[in-house]
């Protein structure tokens, strides 16, 4: 096994080992609509991304399938985003609310960045690190917009 492939399983172990240890049993649906809909959203954005030659992805899942990190856009970000949802500070102020999405999106960002250097995991071609913390944030800001959204459509249904 190479350093690439250890890191990729080693991430599906870790991200599969937070949402278990991290999302309370009470909010496993409040994870899934969050895990889903960011799966949605980064999977779109990891296809236009690689097809427009500005990310590369030596190795990865499923080679032949996509060109796109099945790990990262399918599995570990979406994994994030549920925990990141899920622990929402929704009665803090704004600046804590911009101060999570922020740490979320720069803790994501400088590990990208370390495996972009050290690793063939991935590769920026006309990339830098940026743009990565600009679609992640817009990405958090979108799952969580479309979060709200959804349960605020549930509770209305369940309140008449």
């Not at 960011?38 to 296809?47: D, E, H, P, V």
């Not at 899942?61 to 899920?86: G, H, M, Q, R, W």
Request: glycine residues 2%.
């Amino acid at each position: 096994m190479t350093m690439e492939q250890i890191i990729l399983l080693a991430v599906w172990i870790v991200a599969f080992s937070a949402l278990l240890l991290l999302i309370p049993k009470d909010k496993i649906l409040h994870a899934l609509v969050a895990f889903h809909i960011k799966q949605c959203i980064t999977w779109l954005f990891g296809l236009i991304v690689v097809e427009m030659r500005l990310i590369k992805y030596p190795v990865r899942l499923f080679d032949y399938a996509t060109k796109a990190s099945f790990t990262f856009e399918f599995f570990a970000y979406p994994a994030i985003c549920a925990i990141f949802n899920v622990h929402y500070p929704e009665g803090k102020s704004k600046i804590a609310k911009f101060g999570y999405y922020a740490l979320y999106t720069s803790v994501i960002t400088v590990i990208e960045v370390i495996l972009e250097i050290n690793t063939n995991v991935i590769e920026y071609i006309h990339w830098s690190w940026y743009w990565t913390w600009i679609t992640l944030f817009v990405t958090f800001f979108l799952s969580r917009s479309y979060y709200k959204w959804f349960f605020k459509q549930i509770n209305t249904r369940h309140v008449k």
